[in-house]
């Protein structure tokens, strides 16, 4: 039976490395012989020689560069693996990563990741900004402690909790006609030029489905890949644009004014996306129960502006 340990594995890998066995072995603070020895025990237990010491400058035979990659490989999941495991019970110098709607992650997650550091100053984030549709399949594939995304596109073998709400807002020019009037339909939007959104994202979705059941016909002038890009038509002439309230790119410039759009199908629930059954990590668990408390707007009852503050918790 083979017998290869990770200390052979990594005295040939730094061998190979270094270029030299002298050079390996001061790297690994390892005598050379101890070195030589490992790097010939791995060599004795797959069968081969992996490295050419007949050659005036290091060299791989062939067995050995094609098992090269696939040490480093190895090396390099355990290392992963371990460093996961550890991550559990290590929460001050933790990691957690989120995927999450791309309106969600530039408005009010930034803010929470801002006063989730504050009072864990050893943490630290991946946020991948996905549509919805990809947002399960990154939880599903474990590429994310957990996700955020819509109600509306619920798959049954993950855990869906709810977070908050939010809502269609027209965006257009401060000089635009809809701009003077004290409430806006969605036969009044249609009556526009109107920038939409890429069809595989669901404010795309919502739109069409809001358009739908009014029974109003939707012509596109334009569509954008990017709320950004969106806003920078909408700037440019182009059209008004229908985006989530949670959106940061409808309130940051000054010649934009966002507006609420009543009617039916108007508002979205956000929600958390988990793996059912499986214990999330230290940190992401913090995170997750600091969402959960955060002051996010959970209904809407009238046209108040909206606000989004977080509930900082110290991880225990």
Known sequence: MMDVNLRQIRAFLAVVGAGSFTRAAELISLSQPALTVRVRQLEEQVGVRLIDRGARVLQLTREGRELYPVFQRMIRDFDAAIADVTEFTDAEQGIVRIAALP?????????????????????????????????????????????????????????????????????????????????????????????????????????????????????????????????????????????PSSAAEINIYPDVLARAVTGEGMTRKIVIIKRPGVRLRTTADALYMALLGAALPKAFNSEEELGYSALPKKIA
């Open 103 to 243: 309106s969600f992650c530039t408005g009010p997650l930034a803010s929470l990741f801002v006063d989730f550091k504050t009072v864990n100053p050893g943490l630290s984030f991946i946020l991948r900004d996905a549509v919805g549709k990809k947002i399960a399949g990154m939880v599903r594939a474990e590429e994310v402690d957990f996700g955020i995304g819509v109600e509306g596109e619920r798959e049954g073998d993950l855990e869906y909790i709810d977070l908050c709400q939010d809502r269609l807002m027209l965006v257009m020019p401060t000089g635009h006609p809809l701009a003077l009037q004290d409430t806006v339909t969605l036969a009044d939007v249609a009556a526009h030029p109107l920038v939409m959104m890429d069809r595989e994202t669901s404010v795309r979705r919502m739109v069409d489905e809001a358009f739908a059941a009014s029974g109003l016909s939707l012509k596109p002038a334009c569509e954008a890949t990017y709320m950004a890009t969106a806003v920078s038509m909408v700037r440019a002439g182009l059209g008004v644009t229908l985006l």
